[in-house]
């Protein structure tokens, strides 16, 4: 057990404690999106999704969403992302491209294509918001 005698000194102790127990939080960022213009039937590829990039970029390896009437209707990963016939990791906005999707053939055109990325908002981040609190009930005192 830890005695105070001073009202910040305790604050702090928990405000440490508390950082060291928060495991860091999740959030999707979108980092880009594709307007459906075209969809593509092959053999060899399955569907493809004739895309032109609107906002930010579209990325082979970030997971991606389906959405048709702004609802999202799938969920998943790119098998492929082409630039004309040339296999590329990225493709940035006002930029056509061939996309197609991992587990998925029912793309139609004026879907989108969002593309997402996982970023990790650790303890310190967390905190801020904690630390806002604290500091209105500091102010109380």
């Known amino acids: 057990m830890r005695y105070y005698s001073i009202i910040y000194?305790?604050?702090?102790?928990?405000?440490?404690?508390?950082?060291?127990m928060l495991r860091p939080e999740i959030k999707e960022q979108i980092v880009?999106?594709?307007?459906?213009?075209?969809?593509?039937?092959?053999?060899?590829?399955?569907v493809v999704a004739g895309c032109l990039v609107t906002e930010g970029y579209v990325r082979r390896n970030n997971p991606i969403r389906v959405l048709r009437d702004n609802v999202?209707?799938?969920?998943?990963?790119?098998?492929s992302l082409r630039r004309f016939k040339d296999?590329?990791?990225e493709v940035r906005a006002g930029t056509e491209c061939g996309i197609g999707v991992k587990n998925y053939q029912d793309v139609r055109?004026?879907?989108?294509?969002?593309?997402?990325?996982?970023?990790?908002?650790?303890?310190?981040a967390a905190m801020s918001a904690?630390?806002?609190?604290?500091r209105k009930i500091e102010a109380q005192l």
Request: charge should be negative; hydrophobic fraction near 40%.
């Open 32 to 46: 880009g999106v594709a307007q459906v213009r075209e969809v593509f039937r092959s053999s060899k590829f399955g």
């Open 109 to 124: 055109v004026g879907d989108q294509i969002e593309c997402f990325a996982r970023v990790e908002v650790g303890p310190d």
């Open 87 to 89: 296999d590329v990791n």
């Open 72 to 79: 999202v209707i799938f969920e998943g990963a790119l098998e």
């Open 9 to 20: 000194e305790a604050i702090d102790d928990v405000r440490q404690m508390m950082t060291g």
């Open 130 to 134: 904690a630390d806002s609190r604290i």
